[in-house]
C-alpha cells in the first residue's frame, strides 16, 4: 500500500512542473503578471496566507518577467526537463519528507541509499572498492579529499593542528590547463598559502600542448623534497575544461606512486568509462586515488550533486575529513540521484552517454571536410569534445593580405561565429573558450549539453549548414578589410579609419568634420551628431550590411561600425557613399546654420525698411489723412495715385524686396516649373541590392533603364541622390536645374501693409497662369 503523503508529493510535484511549464498563457494572465513585477517584491506577508495555486502563478510571473520585460519570446529560457529529470525532482522534495521520521528509521534508509549508490556507481565508472562523497559543489569534493591527505600525512595534524605544517609545507600540484581559480579555491578553503600551491606547465616542444609536463612535475617534486617540503596531491585531467584533453594518467599514476603522492582526478570525459570499449588513456583514471564525477550533467538530471569516489582504509580519517558524516539527514543527499539511476537503468545511462559522444565524432567527421576550419583535437580522436576555429590561411577567399593585429582579428571573427551559431542552433550547446597558446576557440562539448539540450543527429546537420554559410562572409569580409582601409585612407581626411581590432566585420570609420575655427568640445559635439545621423541614413539604405555602434564596450566612441560583407561588394562605391552622406549632413547643417544667422539679420533690416516706408508714406499723404473718418472724405475728394510698393522677404538672401517687378511680368521671377525636375537615377539593377557588383551586362534598353530608375525610387524614398550612387549613363537635362536660392524663393513672405496696397484682384492672375506664362 502507497503511503497517502508519498502520493501527494508526487501529484503536487506532476502538477507545479505542469503549471511551471507552460509556455502559452492567456491574455488575462499576461495582464495579471504585471502586477507581480520586481517592483512590487518583496511585500508584506498575506494576513490569511495564500493557496498553493497562487504561489505557483507568482513563481510562473517571476520566471517569465524578464521575458515580458525584453519583449522575446521563450525559447530556450528553461531547460527540458524530461521524466527521468522530474525523478532527481521528486527525490528533493522525498528528502524533506524522509527527514521527518523517525530516527533509527531514517538511518536505516539513508544507510540503504547510500549504499546502493555507491555500489552503482563503482560498478558503472569501473572504481573498484570505492567510496563515494555526495557534494552539491563540484570543488567540495576535493577539498575534503586534500583534508583527509593532509591528515594522513601529517600524524599529530589532529592534535596540534596547522603547527605541523610548518615543520614541513605541504605542495599541491595541478597542471596549467586545470580549470581557473580551483587552487586558489583549495588554499583559501585549508587555510594554506598560495606558496603550497604548484601550477605544472602543459608540454611545449613535444606532445600535447594541453597535458601535463611529466619530465617537468618529477624535476619539481625533486626541488621540493630537497627544499624540505612534502609533495601531498596531484591534480590530472581527463578532459580539460577548455580543449578537453587528457593527460597521460598512466605515467602520472607511476610517478605518485614512486614519491607518495595522493592522484585526483576529473573531467568530462570520465563519462566514458560507462562505455563498453574505453580508451587506454581514460582507463588509467580508475586506478587513481580519488576522482570526481559530475552525473547531472551528463545525463540531463537537474539538482544532482557531484560524487566524489575515493580509496581509504580508515574510516575515522575520512570521517576527520568530511567526507563521511555521521548525521542520516546528510546521507539524504544521493536520493534524487538514487532514484534517477533506477529509472534510467544501466541501459538507458549507457545509452545517453554514448549518444554524446557518437554526436561528437559525427561533429569531427564534418568539419574535417571545411578546409578553412583548423580542428584542435590532435591525437585524441575519441575525445568527446570537438574545438576548432576558423583559419583564414585555409579559406579560398582569402587574398593573404591582412590589417595589423591578425590574430587579435581572428580571435573577434572566431568569438562571432561561435556566439552566431549559438543563436542560429540554440540546441547544439556551442560555446566560445579562451586558450593562452590558441586564443579564441568554439567548443562542442555534448557530454555536457545534450542530455540537458535535447541535442539530435539533426542539429549537428544544422550546424555544419550554418557555419558553412557563416564562413563564407567570414572570409569575403576578412578578404575585403584591408580595400576598405585603403579605400577610406583615399578619402582622408573626410573620413578617418578607426583600427578595431576587436571588431567582427569590414572595419570601423568616422567622418570627420572639416571646420577649423571651431573650438574643440564644439566640434566634438556637432561631429557626433553627424556620424549619428550618418549611420541613420545608413541603416535606411536598402543594403543587406549590417551598420551599427559597435560593441558596448567598444574603445572608439561615435563611430560607425561596418558588419559582415559578402564577396561582391563593391568596396569603393560603399566608402564613397559613406563619404558622400556624410559631407551632404556636414553642408546642411552649416547651411542651416548660415540661413539662421542671414535671416534673423535680414528680419531686423526689413523692420527698419517697413518702418521707413510708412514714414514715408506718412510725410506723402499727410496727417489728415492717416485720421479714419477724415482721411475716408478726403480720399473721396482727392484721390491718391500711388504706386504699387508689396514687399517680399527673400529667405535666401535675406533681403525685403519689392513686388514691383513680379506684378509688371504677371509672374514669380526665376520660378522653375515642377517638371524640371530631374529624375535621380543609379546603377543599381532592379531587385539588386546596394553596394553590389552587377554581374551582368550593362548594355540595357532606354526601357528597362527607365524600370530601373522607377524602381530605384520605389525603394529608395529617402532621396539619396546620383551623387551616392551614380548612373550608367549620365542623363541630359533638358531644362536648367533649381537652385537652392530658387527652391527658397518659392515660399515669400508678406507684410500686412503689403496686402492693403497690392492691386485688385482683376489686375492679379492664379498661379497656375503665372507658371504657364513663364515657359511659354
Not at 519689392?658 to 529624375?679: G, H, N
Not at 551582368?696 to 551616392?724: L, M, V, Y
Request: glycine share 6%; hydrophobic share 35%; proline share 5%.
Amino acid at each position: 500500500m502507497v503511503d497517502s503523503t508519498l502520493d501527494q508529493v508526487g501529484k503536487n510535484l506532476s502538477e507545479a512542473m505542469r503549471f511551471l511549464g507552460e509556455e502559452q498563457r492567456e491574455p488575462e494572465a499576461a495582464t495579471e503578471r504585471q502586477h507581480f513585477s520586481r517592483s512590487c517584491i518583496p511585500g508584506p506577508l498575506q494576513g490569511d496566507g495564500q493557496d498553493v495555486a497562487t504561489i505557483l502563478r507568482l513563481v510562473h510571473n517571476l520566471i517569465h518577467e524578464e521575458e515580458d520585460e525584453e519583449d522575446k519570446p521563450s525559447q530556450n529560457r528553461m531547460q527540458n526537463v524530461g521524466e527521468h529529470g522530474q525523478m532527481a525532482l521528486l527525490g528533493h522534495s522525498l528528502a524533506a519528507y524522509i527527514s521527518m521520521m523517525d530516527k533509527e528509521q531514517l538511518r536505516k534508509l539513508t544507510t540503504r541509499i547510500q549504499s546502493d549508490t555507491t555500489l552503482w556507481l563503482c560498478r558503472l565508472f569501473r572504481y573498484e572498492n570505492g567510496s563515494t562523497c555526495f557534494h552539491e559543489d563540484d570543488r567540495d569534493g576535493l577539498v575534503k579529499v586534500c583534508r583527509l591527505v593532509i591528515n594522513a600525512r601529517y600524524e599529530e595534524y589532529a592534535t596540534e593542528g596547522y603547527v605541523v605544517l610548518n615543520t614541513r609545507q605541504p605542495v599541491i600540484y595541478q597542471g596549467a590547463s586545470c580549470r581557473s581559480g580551483l587552487g586558489q579555491h583549495l588554499c583559501s578553503q585549508l587555510g594554506l598559502p598560495l606558496s603550497s600551491l604548484c601550477t605544472v606547465p602543459c608540454n611545449t616542444l613535444f606532445g600535447s600542448q594541453h597535458q601535463m609536463d611529466v619530465a617537468l612535475l618529477e624535476k619539481l617534486i625533486k626541488e621540493d623534497i630537497n627544499a624540505g617540503k612534502l609533495p601531498l596531491l596531484l591534480i590530472a585531467n581527463a578532459g580539460t575544461p577548455g580543449a578537453g584533453h587528457t593527460d597521460k594518467l598512466g605515467r602520472l599514476k607511476e610517478l605518485c606512486d614512486q614519491y607518495n603522492l595522493w592522484l585526483h582526478v576529473e573531467g568530462v570525459n570520465l563519462a566514458t568509462l560507462a562505455l563498453g570499449q574505453v580508451t587506454s588513456s581514460i582507463m588509467a583514471a580508475t586506478r587513481s586515488d580519488s576522482m570526481t564525477l559530475t552525473p547531472g550533467p551528463w545525463l540531463g538530471l537537474p539538482a544532482v550533486t557531484a560524487v566524489t569516489l575515493y580509496r581509504h582504509e580508515d574510516p575515522a580519517l575520512s570521517l576527520a575529513a568530511g567526507l563521511t558524516s555521521s548525521h542520516p539527514v546528510e546521507k539524504l543527499r544521493a536520493l534524487p540521484l538514487w532514484l534517477s539511476l533506477q529509472y534510467l537503468g544501466h541501459n538507458g545511462i549507457v545509452q545517453k552517454i554514448k549518444h554524446a559522444t557518437t554526436l561528437s565524432q559525427q561533429f569531427l567527421q564534418k568539419l574535417q571536410s571545411l578546409s578553412c576550419i583548423k580542428t584542435l583535437v590532435e591525437d585524441e580522436s575519441d575525445s568527446p569534445v570537438v574545438l576548432f576555429k576558423f583559419n583564414q590561411e585555409g579559406s579560398t577567399a582569402s587574398s593573404g593580405s591582412f590589417c595589423a593585429g591578425e590574430k587579435e582579428v581572428c580571435d573577434a571573427f572566431n568569438r562571432w561565429l561561435g556566439e552566431e551559431l549559438a543563436e542560429l542552433v540554440p540546441t547544439s550547446g556551442i560555446d566560445v573558450v579562451e586558450l593562452e597558446d590558441e586564443g579564441t576557440c568554439i567548443r562542442f562539448s555534448p557530454l555536457l549539453t545534450a542530455a540537458v539540450l535535447g541535442t539530435r543527429e539533426e542539429d549537428v546537420e544544422s550546424i555544419v549548414a550554418k557555419m558553412t554559410e557563416l564562413i563564407f562572409v567570414m572570409s569575403s569580409t576578412m578578404s575585403l578589410r584591408e580595400d576598405f582601409r585603403e579605400e577610406t585612407h583615399k578619402r582622408s581626411p573626410s573620413l578617418r579609419y578607426i583600427n578595431e581590432l576587436a571588431w567582427p566585420g569590414l572595419g570601423v570609420v568616422r567622418y570627420e568634420m572639416q571646420a577649423n575655427r571651431m573650438d574643440e568640445d564644439r566640434k566634438k559635439q556637432e561631429q557626433e551628431k553627424i556620424n549619428t545621423e550618418l549611420l541613420k541614413k545608413l541603416q535606411d539604405l536598402d543594403t543587406d550590411i549590417l551598420f551599427s555602434t559597435g560593441p558596448e564596450f567598444a574603445t572608439e566612441q561615435g563611430c560607425i561600425f561596418v558588419g559582415m560583407v559578402a564577396d561582391d561588394v563593391d568596396v569603393s562605391d560603399l566608402v564613397d557613399t559613406i563619404a558622400a552622406l556624410g559631407r551632404d549632413i556636414e553642408e546642411s547643417g552649416k547651411l542651416l546654420q548660415n540661413m539662421t544667422e542671414v535671416v534673423r539679420k535680414g528680419i531686423l533690416e526689413a523692420e527698419l525698411q517697413l518702418q521707413k516706408a510708412n514714414e514715408e508714406k506718412l510725410m506723402e499723404e499727410g496727417m489728415l489723412r492717416q485720421l479714419p473718418v477724415v482721411g475716408s472724405v478726403l480720399n473721396w475728394f482727392s484721390p491718391i495715385q500711388s504706386s504699387i510698393k508689396g514687399r517680399t522677404f527673400s529667405l535666401a538672401a535675406g533681403s525685403l524686396d519689392s513686388t514691383e517687378a513680379t506684378y509688371s511680368t504677371k509672374a514669380q521671377a526665376d520660378r522653375p516649373s515642377l517638371q524640371d525636375t530631374p529624375i535621380s537615377s543609379s546603377k543599381k539593377l532592379p531587385g539588386q541590392k546596394l553596394f553590389r557588383r552587377a554581374g551582368a551586362s550593362t548594355d540595357s534598353t532606354e526601357t528597362s533603364s527607365t524600370q530601373a530608375e522607377a524602381t530605384f525610387q520605389e525603394e529608395n524614398p529617402t532621396g539619396i541622390g546620383s551623387s551616392i550612387n551614380p548612373p550608367i549613363s549620365p542623363p541630359t537635362p533638358e531644362t536648367p536645374h533649381h537652385t537652392s536660392g530658387d527652391l527658397v524663393s518659392e515660399k515669400n513672405l508678406k507684410s500686412p501693409s503689403e496686402i492693403d496696397d497690392s492691386e485688385d484682384s482683376d489686375d492679379m492672375h492664379p498661379e497656375g497662369q503665372e507658371a504657364e506664362g513663364s515657359t511659354r
